[in-house]
């Protein structure tokens, strides 16, 4: 996973400073994420390096090399976490009081023009995953949704040209007692 040292830009396509919205699961997610790598998976490496490092020549060996790379790649990760969970703007979908239009942790069912239902639930850029439905927020057809309600037609621009979909329901996690 690369270094993002140009996460100050905020999320793609909005304008700088703009938050990164996610989920309180979301969020504990990237925390144990963090807590991994730090506390378990980067000592473990540092061992393998030092051990390997004790073996005298480094240049031809693969436990040194490739634990050196390792460490890279945890450490790269690590920043990008820390940054990301330091901008994060933690969003709980059951606290919405207006559940009667698209927000942010919404799930929404969908009509498309040919009839084909589709349920999506707008989570964080780090919680997105298509297969599972968790759409980002950033997302185009996420962006279309934002702020409708039910039987409200939004335009949704795909490469095949705009399509008009129709929103069928909303609905948000109940709120914990």
């Known amino acids: 996973m690369s270094d993002d040292d140009d996460d100050d830009e905020g999320p793609p396509g909005l304008p700088k400073g703009t938050p990164f919205y996610m989920t309180p699961a979301g969020h504990a997610a990237l925390r144990a ?22 073996l005298g020549d480094r240049s031809e060996n693969a436990d040194y ?3 050196k790379r390792r460490l890279r790649q945890i450490d790269g990760r690590v920043r990008f976490l820390r940054k990301r969970l ?8 059951a606290a919405q009081t207006k559940r009667d239009q698209v927000f942010f942790g919404a799930t929404v069912t ?8 589709v349920t999506i639930t707008i989570v964080g850029m ?6 599972r439905g ?9 962006r279309a949704l934002l702020g409708k309600r039910v039987g409200d037609v939004a335009k949704l621009r795909t490469p ?9 329901s909303i609905s948000y996690p109940e709120a914990k007692a």
């Open 33 to 54: 994420e963090l807590e991994e790598l730090w506390s378990v998976e980067r000592p473990k490496v540092v061992e393998v390096v030092s051990w390997a490092a004790s």
């Open 126 to 131: 780090d919680e997105a995953d298509a297969e």
């Open 86 to 93: 330091e901008r994060a703007q933690v969003v709980d979908p």
């Open 110 to 117: 969908y009509a498309r023009e040919d009839d084909a239902e």
């Open 134 to 142: 968790r759409i980002s927020w950033v997302a185009p057809v996420a």
């Open 65 to 67: 090399q490739y634990g």
């Open 160 to 168: 095949q040209g705009v399509e008009d979909i129709e929103i069928v």
